[in-house]
């Protein structure tokens, strides 16, 4: 079974984006929930996760400072990463791909935004080209 984080400071949104999950057919994956992007940090140091999927703005490490840990962390640089994000700033959206972002979704998103976005990745993935 594959694992999924959800990380957003709002329980509304780490819950709508789960719902977009289950509604754009990824039922069958394990989903973990994250307030900010130290939890997420610290659950990817502890247990192997295929996706995580992350606001951009979060109290305590915002998703750049994550994007940031994740790629200088060897073990896990393979871990793709989605920012869904309210910002409209390209050099922002240009540096989150450069640090390895697989993808950035503006907000407000919709099920079928999150089924396109997990969907091509792990297409991607099982085809060898992530």
């Known amino acids: 079974m594959k694992k999924i984080i959800i990380a957003d400071d709002s329980s509304l949104a780490r ?6 999950l289950s509604a754009g057919g990824f039922r069958n994956y ?5 307030k900010d992007g130290q939890e997420v940090f610290a659950l ?10 992350s606001d951009l703005n979060m109290p305590e490490m915002d998703g750049v ?8 962390t060897p073990q896990l640089q393979s ?6 994000t309210s910002a409209g700033n390209e050099d922002q959206r240009k540096a989150l791909v450069t640090m390895g972002a697989k993808a950035i979704l503006s907000k407000p998103i919709t099920p079928s935004d999150i089924a396109k976005a997990v969907g091509d990745l792990l297409d ?3 085809n ?3």
């Open 30 to 34: 394990e989903v973990t929930e994250a």
């Open 128 to 130: 060898g080209y992530a």
């Open 44 to 53: 990817l140091m502890e247990t192997t996760y295929d996706l995580v999927i």
């Open 15 to 20: 819950m709508f984006t789960s719902r977009c």
């Open 65 to 72: 400072e994550l994007m940031t840990r994740i790629s200088q």
């Open 79 to 84: 871990v793709p990463v989605i920012i869904i």
């Open 124 to 126: 991607a993935e099982e």
